[in-house]
């Protein structure tokens, strides 16, 4: 197997990302909603609270951020 | 006419486009994402020009290439025809690579160990990635051809492929299209996924 490349360049954010890919201001905020939505789930089951993670099995629940 | 101008962070991914091929799809956006690199796809070339000299001008573009031979199978349909874009465009980057080698790396991706020895016998003595056809075997082959210090462990990146799965369906609505691998479902997962890999980045530990 080859040696791995080392990665060093830095890493792109989601502006950046948001101006290449010309996605309207409108839905990098629903996209940014969906994802800061799940991060919070994420740090409230780390925390031990009763938490809502979408397993594989489940239906999304934040199908509705993206209608 | 000067090749175009090398994004560092860019991977073109060569990769088949069916339906089947989703988690697999998705899991090399968010494992990209989350190494600090960005993919590229033929879908975002615009029409108009001949699309096989736009697809080398993404090839060149792009630092890195990954190209997925897992699908080496007939197609499903009657007349069980080859897929031929894949070695095609592999085939394609191997030469640019061999003209200019320190501009462009590129790997080779397939599901079964020692198949590409059969169905790709030239490539004898290249070390393909091998994924089982499972988003982990993905994940821990980006893993080992992408070294970012800043990189989370595979376990972790799991838990945010199964989010992007779990909303493909809702993003493919919004989209109005049932093709993953439409231009505005591609920008759509894209984004979410630098959201995802930003927050998981810079969040305290």
């Known amino acids: 197997m080859p040696r791995p490349v080392h990665i060093t360049t830095p890493w792109p954010t989601p502006e950046e990302e948001a101006k290449r890919l010309r996605i309207p201001v409108a839905r990098q905020k629903e996209l940014r909603a969906m994802a800061e939505k799940y991060f919070k789930q994420l740090e409230a089951d780390k925390n031990g609270v009763k938490g809502t993670v979408i397993r594989r099995s489940e239906k999304p629940q934040h199908a509705s951020a993206a209608d | ?205």
């Open chain 2, 1 to 205: 006419m000067p090749p175009p101008q090398i994004d560092p962070k860019a991977v073109f991914l060569n990769i088949p486009y069916d339906e089947e091929f989703r988690s697999l799809y998705v899991a090399y956006i968010v494992g990209l994402y989350h190494l600090g690199l960005v993919p590229h796809i033929a879908a975002e070339i615009p029409g108009g020009a001949r699309r096989l000299e736009r697809i080398f001008d993404l090839i060149q573009g792009c630092r890195y290439s990954i190209h997925d031979l897992s699908r080496v199978e007939l197609s499903g349909t009657p007349d069980q025809t080859p897929r031929f874009n894949i070695p095609l465009e592999l085939g394609m980057t191997i030469t640019w690579q061999r003209l200019n080698p320190t501009r462009h790396n590129w790997y080779v991706w397939e599901s079964e160990p020692y198949r590409i020895q059969r169905s790709t016998s030239d490539l004898n003595g290249t070390d393909a990635y091998i994924h089982n056809g499972t988003p982990e075997g993905i994940l821990s082959g980006l893993r080992n051809a992408f070294w970012s210090d800043d990189a989370p462990a595979v376990p972790k990146i799991l838990e945010y492929h199964r989010f992007v799965e779990g909303n493909v369906d809702a993003i493919l609505k919004r989209n109005g299209t049932h093709n993953l691998f439409a231009l505005g479902v591609f920008k759509d997962l894209c984004l979410l996924c630098s959201y995802l890999a930003t927050l998981l980045r810079y969040a305290p530990n």
